[in-house]
């Protein structure tokens, strides 16, 4: 990511970006943890229906027993962990969802968390 260095004003400003961005790359080429299975590939899908929402997550190289999944009606936390690192995110849901019917399974590296929606709302008293 080198540039023409000719005298420029925003040499300084350009240089730490350079920096940062190399340091944030850590000499990986792009890919951060590619040896602990965790990597910027890992992400989540949403898929929704007139009556469910389905999460799924990939977590290659995580246990089954690693994984930790949390539900509050509106989002779902997902917490995993390998020897060498650990996964934790917060995923919207396009809808709510009632967190008692969560069902998952776990398998060959792919988390599929299923909910029932609900149409439900709470009113809330003002006082």
Do not use: W
């Not at 004003?9 to 961005?21: A, L, S």
């Not at 089954?64 to 995110?89: F, H, M, N, P, W």
């Not at 299923?114 to 149409?119: K, L």
């Amino acid at each position: 990511m080198r540039r023409d260095d000719r005298d420029d004003p925003f040499d300084d400003i350009f240089r730490e970006i350079e920096r940062m961005m190399d340091e944030m790359m850590d000499g990986t080429n792009g890919f951060e943890g590619d040896q602990s299975g965790f990597s910027t590939d890992t992400h989540v899908d949403v898929h929704e229906t007139d009556d469910e929402v389905r999460v799924i997550a990939d977590l290659p190289g995580v246990e089954k027993e690693d994984i930790s999944v949390q539900c509050d009606g509106e989002q779902v936390t997902i917490s995993a962990s390998s020897d060498l690192r650990e996964y934790d995110e917060r995923i919207g849901l396009p809808g709510p969802v009632d967190p008692r019917s969560g069902a998952a399974s776990y398998n060959n590296g792919i988390l599929e968390v299923t909910f029932e929606r609900t149409g439900e709302s709470t009113n809330i008293d003002v006082e």
